[in-house]
């Protein structure tokens, strides 16, 4: 792969376009973007925000949907050094204003009343590059420029901005690439959300190696998506994947690609298994937003019992286990600081970041994770793991998630309810006989509910803090936390 375009902490962006000029940089449903005609669409829009007022250090939210202004606005940070937001489509959007420091918002929607800051329309910034009379060259652009602001999916509890440099993204996506093996031939499908930081480092890493991605009309699409333009590489959540498998059309696709990346929740063994057994490339994944998405994967030549882990840290990245267990993350793709504590610090003294993620090193030098270290909450004087209680689920054929919260009840203090999409037609009293034969009785939740993948909205994962008001909602009026 040819990175002659990066040098001394700096990428020389001109040069990165210049080098790749005539290979395919983006197909959309309306054909295919050079990179020639990225450089020019780019430069288009850096010339409407200029001419919109947008001057370095400004933070610019975009609310839309997955698009091409999303990946342009989010090059156009680096070039101009403002601060780019993408923020959750679905989410009412006077919220998430009233939770972002933002001087400027791009949206196509209804602005509240109460918004008072500059909005503009993505139909003034797509406006033909033709207006552009004399592109000016860009600088290199160094390393170390803040450059995005990505939100935590908000699990839980309140969502969190992560601020990341151009360097983050640099480094996080040539780790991944050189562990793929990624090559210009390759096309990398857009399956996820851009305003996840999972999302936009596929458009990073098709950018650094020449080889394009694919931008579907709508994500409600991606199996469209798939069947047309057949991608080499695919970044999916569990669910994506179980959905994928029940078409045989597009398994034949996924038996031909160099990658199918899994993350974004744990995945079930069995899931792995059926995609192992039908010749599927499945890497499992362990990542983060704080870390700049993926920071391992399991290679593609390991042994059957390392895709039961999240596999090895990929390069410029590093892993270690603290005393009490829990999982610390380092290299040059953490974050830089978070949105609303610039002063703060997220670091341990050495570098490192401690996640919520309990783990261990196997023998192979594979992370394993093992839960979250913060949920864990007392049920009748016994500590209560969600995360066991999660595996036992996930252990079970057609269980693609599991989630497990606390809930008020009078005698016990707290017990556990638990949240599972099925792949399968749900069946409380089924799974509920099934754990009864895999944990002790203190850890069977009292009631399993059936979730549905709406409730995300938008997001790639579910919310916690949610679910455990509903559980807690519904307890109250079943009286004492379930039967």
Known sequence: MKTSFLANETIYLEGLFEEYRNNPALVTPSGIRTFGEIRERLRAVIFH???????QNDSVALHAENGELHLYLFLAAWVMGFLYLPLDFKAPLGS???????????TSGDVPPSVKIAVLRPARLLQSSSVVAQPESWPPIPFG?????????????????IVHTVG?????ALGTNAFIGMEPTDRWL???????????LIWVRTLLSGSASILPESLKR????VLIHRPSVLSLVPTQLIRFLASDAIVRILQKAKTVMLGGAPSPAWLIEKALDLGIPVMPTYGST????????????????????AGRPLAYRDVRIGEDGT???????LFSRYLHDPSGSHATADGFFRTADAGRIDPEGNLVVLGRKDGIFISGGENISPFEIENALLAMDSVATAIVVPVPHGEFGRVPWAFVEMSDPFDEAVLLAALKTRLPGYKVPKRILRLDPQDRRGKMKYSRATLTKRAGEMAGQEGGGGR
Do not use: M
Request: glycine letters at 12%; proline letters at 4%; a positive charge.
């Open 222 to 225: 991606i199996e469209a998506a």
């Open 190 to 200: 857009l399956s996820l959300p851009l305003f996840h930081v999972g999302g936009i």
């Open 168 to 172: 983050n993204y640099i480094y996080s």
């Open 145 to 161: 420029r803040e450059a995005g602001a990505v939100f935590t999916s908000g699990s839980t509890g309140k969502p969190r901005g």
């Open 327 to 333: 999982i610390l993350l380092g290299g040059k793709t």
């Open 96 to 106: 998430l204003v009233e939770a972002a420091p933002l001087d400027v918002l791009i």
């Open 290 to 309: 704080e870390a700049c998405a993926q920071v391992t994967g399991v290679a593609r030549d390991a042994d059957r019992k390392s895709y039961l882990t």
């Open 49 to 55: 925000l200029k001419e919109a007022g947008v001057r």
